[in-house]
């Protein structure tokens, strides 16, 4: 198994910060505008990117401002069982994020592209977080 990892750091609070990747809002703000569900340990969220169905993640851990991980539960990108997981901790007074997507059996094309598009993502996170506005996929900024 191999991973996607992504290392960064972003002027803001730990706690602002981990409003933006564990509520439905935050997450509506950076990854995707057709983020649903429910954002609570145990619960199920979907992910819509126009009229194409995204990936479903159930919340399977919370640590209060330091760390989420979300695991696949349904996936038309074969990312079924993959583990997605952020922790946040403080460096050089700001918020240092580790992202990680585990779980891929091989790193092809497709890995490639993911891992670039988590790379944008991971930007418009810091971008959410420091000035307000992210770049998430079907918002204005995205299609600019």
């Known amino acids: ?49 126009g009229d194409m169905v995204g990936p479903e993640m159930k919340v399977i851990e919370i640590i209060s401002n330091e760390k989420i991980t979300w695991e ?3 996936s038309p990108f074969g990312w079924v069982g993959n583990t997605f997981t952020f922790f946040l901790d403080e460096n050089d007074g700001k918020t240092r994020v580790r992202f990680s997507q585990d779980g891929w059996t ?31 996929f079907g918002s204005e900024r995205y299609r600019k």
């Open 1 to 49: 198994m191999t991973s996607i990892k992504h290392l960064f750091r972003i002027n803001a609070s730990r706690a602002k910060v981990f409003e933006a990747i564990s509520t439905l809002k935050g997450i509506s703000g950076w990854w995707t505008i057709g983020t649903s569900g429910d954002a609570t340990l145990g619960g199920f969220m979907k992910f819509q990117f």
């Open 72 to 74: 696949c539960v349904a």
């Open 106 to 136: 091989e790193q092809g094309d497709f890995y490639a592209a993911c891992s670039f598009s988590w790379g944008r993502y991971m930007e418009s996170l810091r971008q959410l977080c420091q000035t307000g506005k992210g770049e998430a």
